[in-house]
DNA sequence: CCTAACTCTGAAATCGATTTCAGAAATCGA
DNA sequence: TCGATTTCTGAAATCGATTTCAGAGTTAGG
């Protein structure tokens, strides 16, 4: 008689009420019901509490799946990053899922572990997931990977990064002009002998080769051109931040000032300066990049550039969300990063010294 | 009167290619092409190379909202985390993502900033999404999003700790029984003056006020009972451990062992002793709570408990799969942490010293 | 009081893939 | 060679919500 099983063995209890069911209860079609929810202004007051209460009572909640067959869109947003582990990384995707989570949309992750096809492969199974959005990290990506985007018709974009190519807009940062930066600034206070610590083994993060890049203008513009020994590549890790500082150190004990491109191989850096006896900063100044809750709390703080990840996020959030409603949206954005002078940085040893005008410190 | 407009105004630009078109090519119906995908095995290994080909040259993805809609299945997980700012859930979340990726899972993610209210939005925002499974963390929930998981009917695993409550599962460790082996660690080097700084403040973190109890009961059982001045609560940050670690000395100047629930907080407590002029091990021992990768580093490396939080993501995801596919799944899931035994931690100055057993390093 | 102009609601088609059911083709034994 | 199995394929129903189209009901104007 009743269909309904007394208890379900295993899998869902209840059978989900449908639209039909609710429909059935309020004496109404589940055309009615269909617009009490999506067009709730155009149904007869009265009737529509009616339908609601109705809807609360069941607790009836539409099937999305149905939803997004008819409708053609998920409210389902995907982002790729290389890694979580990052704290930048986790910061801006953090703020992207909090923005979305506001509109009403839904934040898919997957990361690529800085390895492009992966990042291929991960963004296939969110385009077959039928998201209306991805966002995506730095600038270098397979062709592939942009005409498998252009296909699907998805609104894309790139972030921390400043200009992306393939017209594919973004979001971030001018990597390599806030490392010109940084090198200027300790040109100016007089340092002359220069080491760079550069995470770019990856072949995808153009983030650090930009900024790499950035160094080695600057030098080079400063008639202090970078040999290849005085740059020493590296993965994202601590571990590998001590290891490198080393091994410039070996190859030039007289270095000066060390820049990384990242807080983390900055960090390791100072831990191995400290272990081998150098003081930071009297004997060698040290930079980062990314501003890290850390970096401020380092002993000595460190000198590093901060990047507004949050603001990325949620920027990259606010994009998408009109993109994919149809409103104009920016080309690109480019937001402003800050040099942040703490004490890891200073004048160098007053020994051979060139600065323009740096003041010494300790005279 | 043509209704299509000659050009999509902004959005997809074809049509999309389905199901129907790959049959139509490849001169089958749609059910073959469909048997191809998701029952390779039954279809003659001739025809089904055949549709394959087709399938690949035109590009062919399912929709996965049809597909969800018939088959009843997501193939979707979500995850909601206190924050991703904490390298400890973002590993964990990471993890997940990995394992759920190699089963053609999809992870949701969201955030709920510690705040009850805000994890069951989300969570009804993820269930109404129709995901098959839901990854939360710790025990403390409330009972409202106890009864929606339950009437949803949707497979639950809570993370980060040994057991939660509501015949919910868990996978994690035993934070008591961690904080209780340290603290006894801490006594048999001979320490009698303790503090402990925890990162209590927000109601649903259970895993701090579990390892706090740890600690209160180890030196309860020791003859010990910590004083309320004695324990300092904070939130997660770093700048937070250092201030509580000058409470701490301001109210107890001769501590000699300050146990911290997180090595963010242990991480700020040594930059601040180390400010304050302490030595750290000689004159105080500091000790804290989840291996981040930082703390090797540090300078002496932190004594810590290390946390499995990889091999937590993967358990979660893995028991998720299984709880879905209907097949058996164990109740709870108990990892071993493991103490980490770094030089942070050392006997206390040789003053007064009961130690059981504790050697005496400089005598 | 009757028709015109609206407003509101319901029936039914639709989105795209999956799967049952049954029939066609192929294989096998006699 | 013929019928009995077995294997494979296709037609059609189905999942649940949305939305068009048209008709029912209501109001207003003449």
Redesign the interface.
């Given at each position: 008689m009743d269909k309904k099983p007394v208890i379900?063995p295993?899998?869902?209890?209840?059978p989900r009420v449908k639209i039909e069911d609710v429909a059935r209860k309020a004496n109404v079609s589940p055309a009615t019901v269909s617009r009490v929810l999506n067009h709730p202004d155009i149904v007869r007051p009265e009737l529509r509490d009616r339908v609601m209460r109705h809807i609360n009572d069941l607790?009836y909640?539409?099937?999305?799946?149905?939803r997004?067959?008819k409708s053609g869109r998920?409210r389902?947003v995907g982002v790729i990053v290389p890694?979580?582990?990052l704290?930048i990384f986790?910061?801006g995707?953090?703020a992207l899922?909090?923005r979305l989570?506001e509109s009403?949309y839904?934040?898919?992750?997957?990361?690529s572990q800085y390895d492009q096809r992966r990042e291929f492969q991960?963004l296939?199974?969110?385009?077959?997931?039928?998201i209306d959005g991805i966002v995506l990290v730095g600038a270098s990506h397979g062709r592939e990977l942009r005409s498998l985007i252009e296909?699907a018709?998805v609104p894309v974009i790139t972030t921390y990064v400043a200009k992306a190519g393939g017209g594919i807009p973004a979001i971030g940062i001018d990597n390599e002009s806030a490392t010109r930066e940084m090198t200027e600034y300790l040109l100016r206070l007089g340092h002359v002998r220069f080491g760079a610590i550069a995470n770019v083994v990856a072949a995808s993060n153009d983030r650090s080769r930009a900024r790499l890049e950035g160094i080695q203008r600057a030098l080079s513009d400063a008639g202090l051109p970078l040999k290849p020994t005085q740059t020493v590549k590296a993965d994202y890790?601590?571990?590998q931040g001590?290891s490198a500082l080393r091994q410039l150190l070996t190859d030039h004990p007289d270095t000066t000032a060390v820049i990384c491109t990242t807080d983390t191989l900055a960090?390791?850096a100072m831990?191995e300066a400290?272990?081998m006896g150098l003081a930071v900063p009297a004997t060698l100044s040290i930079t980062g990049f990314d501003d890290v809750?850390?970096a401020a709390?380092?002993?000595p703080p460190l000198t590093t550039v901060s990047v507004p990840a949050a603001e990325i996020g949620r920027g990259a959030a606010d994009y998408l969300i009109n993109a994919i409603a149809?409103s104009p949206v920016p080309r690109s954005v480019v937001l402003p990063y800050r040099l942040v002078m703490r004490s890891s940085s200073a004048p160098p040893r007053p020994n051979f010294r060139p600065a323009r005008r740096g003041r010494s410190r300790d005279h």
């Open positions: 379900a295993k899998g869902r209890q209840q607790a909640t539409r099937d999305s799946a149905a997004a067959l998920m389902t890694t979580l582990a704290g986790a910061e995707v953090e899922q909090n989570s009403g839904t934040l898919f992750i997957a990361n991960e296939q199974s969110l385009i077959e997931r039928g296909q018709g890790s601590l571990a001590r960090i390791g831990a400290r272990k809750e850390l709390q380092m002993d149809g």
